[in-house]
């Protein structure tokens, strides 16, 4: 079955404006998680939905927002972008099971390369 | 809160030998720990995952990883490595989400 899909792959932004990703997650997975990946702080857990309501939240400024649609699609907006805003963009997907799909795996996309200038 | 360390940030190796990637976590609850591998431009891919049970995993392309709840470790090995190994590896725990270490570079040298 068809992988996790992230669009666009690449996006140059302009700082001050404001930008929306897309995740397609694999058939069947109702979770998505968003992660940021940049050179300075690493892997980092912006939000996860699931069933169309943000169950977790990681420790980002409100600017970064997202949401799930009822096809468990998921998109993520950041607005007032900032230089540092620059990064790499993964979206993971996770059937669920117990506890809550903690101890299931997290299937990622390729990402979206955001650079903001 | 949990945090994952990762000893190795770069790891130079010839092809043919074999390599231990060390990651160490810390946690007060229990956990279920992952290992990724991300090519260059690419997204994560895991290669093994501990959840409970045996604690020695073996995962794909010929790695594996012994979780050692006394020494709070989840190092990963693997006996020969080839070129195409070389990519960066992240150690992961996953409680709610997903807390990676800072990564390791697996440098493969012909």
């Known amino acids: 079955k068809a992988g996790v899909t992230q669009t666009p792959r690449y996006l140059i932004k302009t700082r001050g404006q404001q930008v929306t990703l897309s995740c397609s997650p694999i058939?069947?997975?109702?979770?998505v998680s968003w992660y940021q990946q940049t050179p300075g702080q690493g892997l980092q857990f912006l939000f996860e939905y699931f069933s169309e309501t943000q169950r977790n939240k990681g420790n980002f400024p409100g600017r970064f927002s997202g949401r799930q649609f009822s096809n468990s699609r998921s998109e993520m907006n950041v607005s007032t972008l900032e230089l540092g805003d620059s990064a790499l963009y993964l979206c993971a997907s996770s059937s669920e099971a117990g506890l809550e799909g903690m101890n299931t795996e997290a299937f990622f996309g390729q990402g979206t390369r955001l650079t903001v200038v | 809160a949990q945090s994952v360390t990762q000893l190795d940030s770069q790891v130079p190796v010839f092809e043919e030998a074999p390599v231990e990637l060390r990651c160490n976590y810390s946690?007060?609850?229990?956990?279920?720990l992952f290992w990724y591998v991300q090519y260059p431009n690419q997204g994560l891919q895991l290669l093994l995952k501990?959840?409970?049970?045996?604690?020695l995993v073996k995962g794909i392309n010929g790695f594996e990883a012994e979780f050692n709840k006394s020494q709070t470790s989840f190092h990963l090995r693997k006996p020969s490595v080839h070129i195409s190994d070389t990519a960066e590896y992240f150690c992961?725990?996953?409680?709610?989400?997903?807390?990676f270490g800072s990564g390791t570079r697996l440098q493969v040298q012909p």
């Open positions: 501990y959840l409970s049970g045996s604690t």
């Open positions: 058939s069947g997975h109702r979770s």
């Open positions: 992961a725990v996953r409680r709610r989400a997903l807390t």
């Open positions: 946690s007060s609850v229990s956990v279920y």
